[in-house]
């Protein structure tokens, strides 16, 4: 039986590792009262971090080459300019529900994100992180055909190997069981079609057909959306389809009449060297979601972009988009999201950099 008493404590009797060694100061499930994802797993304690370093409370150094652990950071750690703007936002008003209020650095942040997400894109829902924008996107897909007098359309459609949250929605968006079990009876599964990958379909036709095998067994009239990653993160690590399965797939929501939402979770804000990776396949996406890159670290804020047809189905319908997030276009998250893009000269620098790295680089790989 585990020793409570001590639960929780920096101390080196608490962690890991001898006092005054090189070894990092970790924690487990067994001596924090932190409810951890995997329990037998060590957490190394982190006391401080500078650009792409952490420390630990010895001052060991760790190489943070996952932005957090988890793709955020991608500005690095004690950013005193980022601090400094959610410092003076909070000094002023933090926090205001948007339901019933807004504020300028809400909606300049709107301004910029339609500004970087291109032409069509006109407005921004805010939350709190990726999963509620994703899931937000599910909502307002439904309700642009609910508004248009085709409720019929509930399904979706995705690549099998994809990971979009972990809600009990977006998890219905992923074809991996490993993923969804023991929380199945609360799922509602939707429809997958296979990566169109190099090995298997290397000309994207493959997964073309079996979108089109599920449109004609279930009725075009009943499918929603098609929901992925334009360059696949945790899921399936840098894969994207062919050029022909974006065509294709363009040419298909024309006929079938479906959404297409690209999650930008993980690749938006300046990731794979352009703000949106929407901005190198060759469609435009009708909902863009983004989320980790938008705080950097710094604060919890995500978003869900759309087209501005997609708004106009709701302006000329119910005129209402219902539920929210409580954190969702806080002033200070959305302080936090300005000072990450604004000024653009300085941030296209960082995204700039992104490009000529990955073109010194990729010729190695």
């Known amino acids: 039986m585990p020793d409570h008493s001590r639960t929780g404590t920096f101390t080196d009797e608490a962690a890991t590792g001898p006092a005054g060694s090189a070894s990092l100061v970790t924690l487990t499930g067994e001596n ?36 957090g652990g988890a793709m955020i950071t991608n500005l690095g750690h004690g950013r005193a300019d980022i601090a400094q703007v959610a410092r003076a936002q909070a000094s002023r008003v933090g926090y205001l529900y948007d339901q019933q209020f807004t504020s300028e650095p809400h909606e300049h942040l709107a301004r910029e994100l339609t500004s970087l997400a291109g032409q069509g894109f006109t407005r921004v829902h805010f939350v709190s992180g990726g999963a509620e924008a994703n899931e937000t996107a599910i909502r307002l897909m439904r309700s642009y055909h609910v508004e248009r007098g085709q409720p019929s359309r509930t399904k979706f459609i995705s690549p099998a190997q994809a990971y979009h949250g972990p809600t009990m929605t977006t998890l219905g968006l992923t074809g991996r069981p490993g993923l969804q079990t023991p929380y199945q009876p609360y799922i509602q599964q939707q429809l997958h079609i296979p990566p169109s990958s190099w090995p298997f379909d290397p000309s994207g036709e493959g997964a073309l057909a079996a979108l089109d095998e599920l449109v004609s067994t279930h009725g075009a009239d009943t499918i929603a959306g098609f929901f992925c990653e334009p360059i696949s993160a945790a899921a399936f690590p840098a894969y994207t389809p062919p050029q022909r399965f974006w065509t294709g797939l363009a040419e298909r929501r024309e006929q079938y009449g479906f959404l297409i939402a690209f999650d930008e979770v993980v690749t938006g804000i300046g990731r794979t060297g352009r703000w949106f990776a929407a901005d190198q396949i060759p469609l ?42 409580t954190w969702g276009g806080a002033p200070s998250s959305c302080a936090v999201g300005l000072a990450v893009l604004v000024p653009p000269v300085v941030s296209s620098l960082v995204v700039m950099r992104r490009v000529e790295a990955g073109a010194r680089v990729l010729p190695g790989v």
């Open 32 to 67: 924090s009262h932190v409810f951890p994802r995997e329990l037998d797993r060590p957490r190394p304690i982190i006391e401080r971090g500078e650009g792409v370093w952490l420390y630990d409370t010895r001052g060991n150094p760790l190489l943070d080459a996952v932005s």
């Open 284 to 325: 435009r996406p009708d909902i863009i979601t983004t989320a980790k890159g938008l705080g950097a670290g710094y604060a919890a804020i995500g978003a869900m972009i759309c087209r501005e047809h997609v708004f106009d189905a709701i302006a000329a319908g119910s005129r209402a988009f219902e539920h929210g997030h």
